[in-house]
């Protein structure tokens, strides 16, 4: 099993950045890929972007140009840098473990991120 810690959120103004950390514990060695998600009050949980083993991302297209996903294996955590921030980008944004093996994937608790305008 592994646990996920999230922090980083916080409020900022509309064109600023913030840093979401991610820290893994517990079974890390099972971890396949790791991501960010993100979601706000009535809507679905929507993806951010996605990062492997091998540190290939993928990123969700309104993302793309202006978050960036990176891991720091050796501190077992994850990190999402986003730039250019937007009021619509407001939501609690959660990190997850998918695992090399089938089972659920886990989450952290969630951070709140608010941008105003």
């Known amino acids: 099993q592994v646990q996920l810690v999230e922090s980083g959120g916080g409020l900022v103004q509309a064109g600023g950045s913030l840093r979401l950390s991610c820290a893994a514990s517990g079974s890390i060695f099972s971890i396949d890929a790791m991501g960010w998600y993100r979601q706000t009050p009535g809507k679905e949980r929507e993806l951010v972007a996605t990062?492997?083993?091998?540190?290939?991302?993928y990123y969700a297209n309104s993302m793309k140009g202006r978050f960036t996903i990176s891991r720091n294996n050796a501190k077992n955590t994850v990190y999402l840098q986003m730039n250019s921030l937007k009021p619509e980008d407001t939501a609690v944004y959660y990190c997850?473990?998918?695992?090399?093996?089938?089972?659920?994937?886990?989450w952290g608790q969630g951070t709140l991120v608010t941008v105003s305008s």
């Open positions: 997850s473990a998918r695992y090399k093996y089938p089972r659920p994937d886990t």
């Open positions: 990062i492997g083993s091998g540190e290939n991302a």
